[in-house]
């Protein structure tokens, strides 16, 4: 039983997840699922008294998801700590190829540490990949209304076309990223 | 004596901050399932990206189908929230910054290979650096919510 709780889930298991999470959220207390707002309210917390209309509401309503992004870290941190697989995370060949030609060489964790650590902060790859894209993912969810969660798992689920909009040009950009950018921004 | 008490801390009728601790556990099971199924991978990403893997698409398609019947249920049978209240999802309205917003976004998460909700998994899990992803993220939606007036929308 163990062993196929740290293998890797298949992924109807995490769909199953995702729709008994949008049922839950609604029937404990009217939320609608949604991840990236947290931050907005985040802002909102720490500027109280600010002149920036986007952050004068009451954040204090929004509290919950506070606690679900709190509880998505500490999700995290027990799969990550006490459920970790020992096998490496396999990842496609063809992936796997085009990444090593532009000079990624670590393929055993989540992330490629040649590129995601403190010491590549410095660099100008790791600030581009930690700064620049972080930066990139925040003002574009919010411009957007709404990230992965709130459009795609969300707006889809709920028949939104406006959702349907935003999913389009979420996977637009990172099919232009993926395929004409990130090969140069991976050698520099 | 208490129920004095309980209304004076309880203002603006916010709920009492404990009772959204089945948030934060909802999170966490939804974080476990994050990382076991690899959806924080920034391999993952870019092999949805590349069209290289099923996986991703599985795992987002799956959650929409099944988010799809969940909302068809509760508005077929009026089902209600645990405290009898009426289930309301909120329209999103269209604006511009569903294509422009959803671009920059995606041009982001190929690079980070996180939304923002791997964002909280990948700090928990132990990438400690991708707590600066989160700050710069923060720092976009603080720019975002300067800018908002002045943007297309």
Known sequence: MWDLIVQPWPWWVAGIVIGFTVFILLFMGNKTFGISSSMR???????????????????????????????????????????QDPQQV???????????????????????????????????????????GGFMVGFGTRYAGGCTSGHAIMGLSSLQWPSLVATVMFMVGGIIMTWFILPFLLTL | MSEKQETNTNTENHPPL?????YLIVGVVFGIAFVKAEIISWFRIQEMFRFDSFHMYGVIGSGVFLGAIVVQLIKRFNIKTMSGEEIVIPDKKFHKGQIFGGLIFGLGWAITGACPGPLFAQIGAGFGVIFITFLSATLGVLTYGYLKDKLPH
């Open chain 1, 90 to 132: 396999v990842v496609a060949e063809q992936t796997q190829e085009v990444l090593k030609e532009a000079g990624v060489t670590d393929f055993g964790g989540l992330l490629p540490t040649d590129i995601f650590s403190w010491e590549s902060l410095g660099t100008l790859r790791g600030f581009i990949f930690i700064v620049i």
């Open chain 1, 41 to 83: 309210h985040v802002c909102a917390m720490c500027m109280p008294s600010t002149k920036i209309s986007f952050f004068q509401y009451d954040w204090k309503k929004e509290i919950w998801n506070i606690f679900f992004v709190i509880g998505v870290l500490i999700g995290g941190f027990i799969a990550g700590n006490f459920m």
């Open chain 2, 18 to 22: 404990l009772s959204n601790v089945k």
